[in-house]
């Protein structure tokens, strides 16, 4: 289960990189060792998730939605990639987080409308969370994860609203200097 944490890290790296043929190579693997997770339960219905499978299947999770996300813009189902719905909502809920760290690559490179594609997804997936009303009590961890991602949110909503006023503002300032410079051309003629 650390190996398919790991892999999973992994693919939400490469995902990142948008080295989406690794990325899926990385969960291909990682649901082999799920799939030997399963048929060991077959034969052994007694047998208890631990903490760190749980935890595995979440990251896995993580990183199935996050890079089908981004790149087909789709959301995967818990049933398409076989992880329960506890660990699929808590995987959903720590996607926002990536899509910050997106948001903030698209910042740097100067790329505003990709950050503010980021931030919408972002509250999409908040938007969603939160619409399932019962889901807090069915879901150990999840209201910590909700007011993480608020904050997130919010942080990055102030982040792209400021590049994006400063972007605006740079933008005025050269269409001013372009008029002024042919404005004093013009009177030197």
Do not use: W
């Amino acid at each position: 289960m650390r190996r398919a944490t790991r892999l999973s890290k992994e693919t939400i790296l490469l995902t990142h990189e948008e080295r989406f043929e690794e990325a899926e190579k990385h969960l291909l693997e990682v649901n082999k060792f799920f799939t030997q997770l399963r048929e060991i339960e077959k034969d052994h219905p007694d047998l208890v998730y631990t903490g760190i499978v749980d935890a595995a299947l979440q990251e896995y999770a993580e990183a199935q939605i996050f890079l089908r996300l981004v790149k087909d813009g789709t959301f995967v189902k818990p049933e398409e990639v076989s992880v329960p719905s506890v660990p699929y909502v808590l995987g959903l809920a720590d996607v926002i987080g990536e899509f910050r760290r997106k948001a903030l690559d698209s910042l740097r490179r100067g790329d505003i409308k990709a950050a503010e594609n980021c931030l919408q997804t972002m509250e999409q997936i908040h938007t969603d969370l939160i619409a399932m009303d019962d889901v807090y009590l069915l879901v150990p961890g999840l209201r910590r994860k909700d007011d993480i991602a608020r904050r997130i949110i919010e942080t990055t909503r102030g982040d792209v609203t400021v590049e994006g006023r400063k972007a605006s503002l740079e933008l005025s300032i050269k269409t001013l200097e372009k008029t002024l410079m042919s404005e004093k051309r013009a009177e030197e003629t």
